[in-house]
DNA sequence: TTGTAGGCGTTATCAC
DNA sequence: GTGATAACGCCTACAA
């Protein structure tokens, strides 16, 4: 019964081996420097009394704490309308489990409490590595993270927002493009888009590219900014339908704001996707449970995750890591997109 | 410019003041033993040069880390497709951040690597205190917990599974009473609920707690289990009107689900709610989105996650907690439920 | 191969 | 009020 109340520290198992506390630490890091035979007798003794090392005492020793910082910005409510973050947190928790490093997370309530958090990290050691994730043009938390080499960054963002920060980034603007290809081929040629905040980089890049890509075809676009809450993405596509032209495609920017959207067809009696075809950027649950099922631009956030662990890892051992590409998106076609109506394709 | 590359430590900061270095502790620490002019100094200099004191170095000598653990079962689906968790650490932290407390999440693949995982903070004294949340019947990790009292613990969990250790539960069965008699009230006679895992305590909860209530009231209820996904959900809803007297009333145990469910309705012109009405349990934009918009049971779950932060920096402060309640259910009506329809009533 | 001793950065206990 | 000094538990040269 390897059950101790008390905490068994290396002396003990040392003193139990009959060894000293050096050829403990020895055995139990595989290294070199003591027989085969101390090394057994220690790992078997230190099982036994359920030694492990003291985190604390192991920190301060290796300067190392097997821990990376994630800073979330407190919003209840955008945090969880999304699977996105759980998803990202999964991916890179159960990655980072494989090396024996744990998830630090902490809320900060806006950007000043982001920036204290970080300078925090830095000074404290807390962490080993830290993920920047929402990154927003111009952001302050980059500036200060480009002046304390010492602290290894992942930055989950556009390779332009990122500054010299090592940045994962996702293929947003093949994907605007493979979305809005796709509803130009169904005889779409008037669409719309329904955006997250503009201060958010990828909102950002998103809007440009969706206009780029429109313009090229020679297709007309339109686009509207929301706060991703189901409110505010109705309220666009009211205003959206009730131009004389309106789009005979939306894209949302999200999965809950194409629900919404779905709803007020629905409320208005307008067909989907025989009227107008409804898109969802980000697939989920939500995607497949609506009805029409969503078509929708999925993409696999855990495995971001898991490729921003392996990332952060590197970037701990000092390897240098440049501005990388997650894997693309996938179109994922279902009831919710159709031909564009008769009237529009004679235009 | 408090911007310093190398980590400065007490000692710097002792020189530059011209004090000792427990002088400095003590300033810092706002402990008494040095005179207001020498603390006065010691804190502006140690501002001027960004000192902090060194994480593992205080974890040590303290043995508090400052730090609260969170146990996640790794099933990215299941952890994103409903808002819940993602709610309760927004709660979580933000509390904690008030006490400069973090959160360490690590991610559990299995039951095995859960109980490794609590093993591992109880023996290397990583944390300070842990949250135990998706409490199963029998769960080991309680017999485990409950053996290591030195561990602060608070299980999310209803006190019947909770064993001897802190619980804070929700008020489900209240919740369920006042739905059900909520249908009643409007009619339905016939009721079905689409619960989660049979697994997860709290499915059995809600089960029995239906299960008594209904029969209390002289209405037909059954019951079915799904893994909370929406392609189980529809499964399940397909399945309960192929029955020739289905119900007229269905709960579902999550809001995907509930999404689910009403699709079913769509799809087989079924009128929701004139023929049948539709309910969720929990809520979120989901059920603001759906069209109808989905009445739902709704709890402030970021509160509770407020809640448990409190607790657990009680247990840490070493202060006794029992068996607790989080703040009660709230009938959130809207449009997808109604009257029972006609023929119904008249049985 | 093994053991001894010093260091990691703080805190806390002592004499002064 | 102040300043050495010993923990805290582990790691790692360096000696033996």
Not at 141 to 153: I, S, W
Not at 166 to 179: C, G, H, K, T
Not at 244 to 270: F, K, R
Request: glycine share 8%.
């Amino acid at each position: 019964m390897p059950i101790q109340k008390s905490k068994v520290t290396i002396f003990d198992v040392a003193r139990a081996s009959g060894v000293s506390s050096s050829a403990v630490s020895y055995a139990l890091n595989g290294k070199s420097g003591v027989s085969d035979v101390t090394r057994d007798k220690v790992l078997k003794v230190a099982h036994e009394l359920g030694w492990k090392p003291n985190g604390a005492a192991q920190a301060l020793a290796k300067s190392k704490t097997q821990r990376v910082g994630l800073v979330l910005g407190y919003d209840p409510k955008l945090l969880s309308v999304e699977p996105y973050m759980m998803e990202l947190i999964s991916g890179l928790g159960a990655e980072l489990e494989k090396y024996d490093y744990s998830l630090l997370v902490r809320m900060a309530v806006d950007e000043n409490a982001k920036l204290a958090i970080i300078d925090d990290w830095i000074a404290t050691g807390n962490v080993d590595a830290m993920l920047l994730v929402n990154v927003e043009l111009g952001d302050p938390c980059v500036a200060l993270l480009e002046e304390h080499e010492e602290m290894p960054v992942l930055a989950i963002a556009d390779a332009s927002v990122a500054g010299n920060l090592p940045s994962l980034s996702s293929a947003d603007a093949d994907a605007v493009r493979q979305a809005v290809r796709y509803l130009y081929d169904l005889g779409h040629r008037q669409i719309a888009r329904v955006g997250g905040p503009e201060s958010l980089a990828h909102s950002y890049i998103r809007d440009s590219a969706f206009a780029d890509v429109a313009s090229e075809l020679g297709m007309r676009y339109r686009c509207l900014h929301t706060d991703y809450t189901p409110e505010t993405g109705s309220e666009a596509t009211k205003r959206l339908l009730s131009f004389p032209e309106h789009p005979t495609a939306i894209i949302y920017d999200n999965d809950v704001m194409a629900l919404a959207g779905l709803g007020v067809a629905a409320s208005q009696g307008i067909k989907v996707p025989e009227e107008i075809s409804i898109m969802s950027w980000d697939d989920s649950f939500m995607c497949t449970a609506a009805y029409p099922n969503l078509t929708a631009m999925g993409r696999d956030v855990v495995d971001t995750g898991k490729q921003a662990a392996g990332l952060l890892l590197k970037l701990i051992d000092g390897e240098r890591v440049g501005h990388l590409m997650e894997g693309p998106y996938e179109l994922r076609a279902r009831a919710s997109t159709g031909p564009a109506p008769a009237e529009e394709k004679m235009r």
